[in-house]
């Protein structure tokens, strides 16, 4: 269903984040279980998935021809080099990657991403053609001191230094709402995803939602206008749970 709050030159992107979950015999027991619950959905948003990196080949020839679009987790700088244990943008081209998540607090928490390498990152990603999906959010304690919207502002400014806002997507995740089942009310994510809107050269970057996001609330999250998708961690490693979100109808 066509959602009229929402501008329509905004592409809604619906991406699950598998994160480390799935070997290849998982993930393509999940697709034979999603797959065919996507006949109904509407053309009106896009569907990711982004997975494992040893998943990715699996997925690339099983979606070939499908709508559904593969995204990775993370991406080194560098198209090549001596960086043991890292993934280079080329190698995920040629594995048919569209999307490339970057900076997801996950990776800031417990492996040193700072705002300079996921910079870093984020223009390697599109100089091999790719999208990034760059994740910000604020802590538990950064929101109770009253500082999210000046950390918000820091981690997009200092993100987006030399990065073309015409090949991008933002996601908002509260760090306090991932996983926990604490979902950010959807009128407070409306407004921060405002706030990340108005600090863009470009009004037109689709903006998500993260955290917490679940069949029963994917409805009124879609609703909010500046609100363009979601990025779903849990809820996105069941196929009915998944196909659910990415079928939501915005209330
Ligand atoms: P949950 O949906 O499990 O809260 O995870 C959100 C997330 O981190 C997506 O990147």
């Not at 797959?35 to 990196?53: K, Q």
């Not at 070939?64 to 190698?91: C, K």
């Not at 959010?137 to 200092?158: F, H, M, N, P, V």
């Not at 903006?207 to 609330?217: A, E, F, H, R, T």
Request: glycine share 10%.
């Amino acid at each position: 269903m066509f959602n009229p709050t929402r501008s329509p030159v905004r592409k809604s992107v619906i991406a699950g984040n598998w994160k480390m979950y799935k070997t290849q015999t998982e993930a393509a027991e999940f697709l034979q279980g999603f797959l065919p619950l996507l006949e109904e959905t509407p053309g009106d948003r896009e569907v990711v998935l982004c997975v494992p990196f040893t998943d990715l080949e699996i997925l690339s020839r099983s979606l070939h021809g499908s709508s559904v679009r593969l995204g990775a987790q993370n991406v080194h700088w560098e198209p090549a080099g001596a960086y043991t244990g890292e993934i280079s943008a080329p190698m995920l081209t040629e594995l048919a990657v569209r999307y490339v998540i970057i900076g997801h607090s996950e990776r800031r928490q417990y492996f040193g991403e700072t705002d300079e390498t996921v910079n870093k990152r984020i223009r390697a990603t599109q100089s091999a053609g790719l999208v990034p999906i760059l994740c910000v959010g604020e802590t538990k304690q950064q929101r109770d001191r009253g500082e999210t919207e000046s950390l918000i502002c820091q981690q997009i400014e200092a993100g987006l230094i030399g990065v073309d806002q015409g090949n991008l997507v933002i996601a908002y995740e509260p760090i306090w709402a991932i996983g926990t089942g604490d979902t950010c009310e959807c009128n407070e994510a409306n407004r921060v995803i405002g706030l990340i809107r108005s600090r863009l050269n470009n009004p037109n970057v689709p903006i998500q939602y993260g955290g917490s996001v679940k069949p029963d609330n994917i409805d009124e999250i879609m609703s909010q206008p500046e609100i363009d998708g979601a990025l779903v961690g849990g809820a996105s490693l069941q196929p009915e749970s998944f196909a659910r979100i990415v079928n939501y109808q915005a209330i």
